[in-house]
C-alpha cells in the first residue's frame, strides 16, 4: 500500500527512518512500517516478548496499534558504534480509550534499517493498573 505522508519533525531528531517509522504508524500502514525494519529485526513492546522479523512485527501491529496516533516530542541520538546508531525518542500515545506517556529506543544499523525497538511506557504502577483490558 503507498502511502502519502508529511515530513514527522521531533525535536532533536533528524533521521528519516525514525520520521517515516511514526508517519506510517499514524497512517495505519503496517506493512510499510514493518518494511523499515531489518530482516531479522526485532520489536519489543510492553508486555511482549520480543516480536521477530518483518511479518511477525506487520501482524503484531494490525492486531493491537489499530486506532493508535504516536505524539514523539523529543529525541536524543544515544551513541553511535559497530555501525549501530542508538536514538531515544519521548512522547506520547493515544488510544481509543487512553493516552500514556512512552518511550522508544531505537537502534539503526547502517543501512539506516531498524534492527530494534524498544517501547516503554512511562507511568506509574497504578496508573498501568488502569490500563488493563
Do not use: C
Not at 22 to 46: I, R
Request: no cysteine.
Amino acid at each position: 500500500m503507498q502511502t502519502d505522508v508529511s515530513t514527522q519533525t521531533i525535536a532533536g531528531i533528524n533521521n528519516p527512518t525514525i520520521s517515516h517509522y511514526f508517519e506510517l504508524l499514524n497512517a495505519g500502514d503496517f506493512s510499510s512500517v514493518a518494511a523499515l525494519f531489518a530482516p531479522d529485526g526485532v520489536m519489543y513492546a510492553p508486555f511482549e516478548s520480543g516480536i521477530v522479523g518483518k511479518d511477525a512485527i506487520a501482524s503484531y501491529l494490525q492486531q493491537e496499534a489499530l486506532g493508535l496516533k504516536a505524539e514523539p516530542h523529543q529525541g536524543i541520538i544515544e551513541s553511535q558504534e559497530n555501525d549501530l546508531v542508538q536514538l531515544r525518542v519521548n512522547g506520547k500515545v493515544q488510544m481509543p480509550l487512553f493516552g500514556v506517556n512512552v518511550s522508544w529506543l531505537f537502534i539503526l544499523n547502517s543501512q539506516q534499517q531498524i534492527v530494534s525497538i524498544t517501547v516503554k511506557l512511562l507511568a506509574s504502577p497504578q496508573e498501568l493498573l488502569n490500563l488493563r483490558r
